[in-house]
């Protein structure tokens, strides 16, 4: 056996490539729900810096949502594919955590081995052969096989860039989405440009990473395989054995290809047990890497008027009159006779407050980003009042109150197995409702909250994405169990199998 090639040398390369597949894949099933990059922060439509759709958006708020902008992409391609971007979300979680963990003992065991020598540069002449080797290969030569020992200047350099520049790059830029990181370290999501800076570099990373690992497997059969691939395959120096390790590495390119693609058939054979399985993956690594992140007040001192965005997407249009014909009364008569309906069976005690009611209670008022699990941001001041001071109304918690649980006047825009659309809710953890942002906030930027944004009453969780902020508030209520509700998954989205109950992710 070469000492160069042992074994874990071999295996983390293996794993890293099908691991690397699960990212891609599941990375463009995220981009395809908003195929669109910017650098800044409001995602105004027509500030694009790249596209991937010729799809041109209107620049009024309120007439188109983000689902509208969803692209349906094949499961050949994308991990699962067909417009699941809450599963594409999972997989890429999972993938990125055995990615990670892989990555640790490649980097731990190629220090200890004192293997680190032959990807990392000990010269700074290893500049000047490495440009030595790419005029060769730019004139569609082939460096001889002394200059490879067992890499060439080129090769270290790639090598060194990839895994001691590149990966963390793309695990810091990932880390900046997380809208728990966000809330608790804003400062953090700023430094590289906010959430929308950090998007972009991550794809562009993406991108070269992609490069990399497509010029460094097809070098492998272009130059000098006879050693290349008895060293990957066996870990021996024997040209002899090159037609066996070349059969058994395109068989290998063929198996991880069509693993690759049975993930996706697989996922989408059944959503609800894929979303089971997954979440019992990722759940335990979120709660050790996110769940102790609580929001730090004086977001403020982060966020400024400055920062508030010109523009707005939005999810979900307003209810119609085949949703809600009661909420359309209220916004005809501007919300006069709107209630919130708060109690519900469980704490024995059930209150309707108008907007002057909950106006009269202490008001909260912070700038914020709100981030869409597609990807889009928007920054705004919300004015409201703290969820867990509107639940003190109603007295001390019942005791067998878990979660709260929030009802739009609102339906689901689709149900993924194209039932009747029933009404959008979401469940909260306690956790969730004593944190200082968790809001209902009845004004944006100072002004009453508009119509496709939530009018006249939505919900502000500061640490989580989007999806769990219901808008067009009908009621608010102690549950003891979101299993007895819906299908039993936390929410509306959960319950579509698109997201875990958790979205601080």
């Known amino acids: 056996m070469d000492p160069d090639f042992p074994l874990w040398l071999r295996t983390t390369h293996l794993l890293n490539f099908l691991l690397m597949g699960i990212l891609v894949r599941s990375g463009w099933e995220i981009i395809a729900s908003l195929p669109r990059f910017w650098w800044r922060n409001d995602c105004k439509p027509g500030t694009e810096w790249v596209k991937f759709t010729r799809r041109k958006l209107p620049t009024q708020e309120g007439v188109y949502t983000s689902l509208m902008d969803e692209r349906t992409a094949s499961p050949l391609l994308t991990l699962p594919g067909r417009k699941n971007v809450g599963l594409g979300r999972h997989w890429h979680a999972v993938g990125t955590t055995l990615w990670l963990l ?39 030569g082939i460096p001889s096989i002394e200059h490879f020992q067992p890499y060439d200047a080129l090769q270290m350099l790639a090598y060194t860039g990839v895994v001691f520049i590149l990966a963390p790059v793309m695990i810091l830029t990932g880390i ?50 006879e ?18 390790a070349f059969t058994i590495a395109i068989a290998t390119i063929v198996a991880a290809i069509a693993f690759w693609i049975g993930l996706s058939y697989l996922t989408l054979a059944d959503r609800v047990r894929a ?19 609580k929001p730090r007040m004086g977001r403020q001192r982060t966020y400024t008027e400055e920062d508030i965005s010109e523009f707005h997407w939005t999810n979900g249009l307003p209810p119609t009159a085949d949703e809600s014909t009661e909420w359309l009364a209220h916004r005809d008569n501007d919300f006069r006779d709107w209630r919130l309906e ?62 709260v649980m929030v009802t739009s006047h609102g339906l689901a825009q689709e149900m993924f197995d194209h039932r009747p659309r029933e009404p959008f809710y979401t469940a909260l953890s306690l956790d969730m409702v004593e944190e200082d942002d968790t809001i209902l906030a009845y004004e944006r930027n100072g002004r009453p909250l508009e119509l496709h944004l939530g009018a006249p009453l939505r919900l502000r969780v500061e640490s989580n994405h989007g999806y769990k902020m219901v808008k067009w508030i009908r009621s608010v209520e102690w549950i003891s169990d979101y299993a007895d509700y819906g299908d039993g998954r936390g929410g509306t989205r959960e319950d579509a199998a698109l997201q875990a109950f958790n979205g601080r992710i």
């Open 102 to 140: 892989t990555g640790i003992v490649y980097v731990v065991l190629l220090f200890a081995t004192g293997l680190w020598r032959r990807i990392i540069p000990t010269s700074w002449d290893v500049f000047g052969d490495a440009m030595e080797s790419l005029r060769i290969y730019l004139g569609f």
């Open 176 to 225: 900046a989405m997380s809208p728990a990181v966000r809330s608790r370290f804003p400062w953090y999501v700023k430094a590289w440009g906010g959430h929308q800076g950090a998007r972009s570099i991550h794809f562009i990373g993406m991108v070269l990473m992609l490069v990399f690992v497509v010029i460094h497997v097809g070098l492998v059969f272009l130059v000098h395989p």
């Open 227 to 244: 050693y290349n691939l008895p060293h990957m395959v066996f870990g021996v120096t024997d040209p002899s054995r090159y037609a066996q």
């Open 275 to 293: 979303q089971k399985v997954l979440v019992t993956v990722t759940e335990p690594v979120r709660r050790v890497a996110l769940g102790w992140m």
């Open 342 to 403: 708060l109690g519900g069976d469980l704490s024995g005690k059930k209150l309707y407050l108008s907007l002057e009611d909950l106006r009269a209670l202490p008001k909260t008022e912070y700038i914020a980003v709100h981030s869409c699990m597609q990807g889009w941001t928007a920054t705004s001041k919300w004015g409201g009042v703290r969820l867990r001071d509107v639940l003190d109304l109603l007295g001390p918690r019942p005791q067998d109150a878990n979660y």
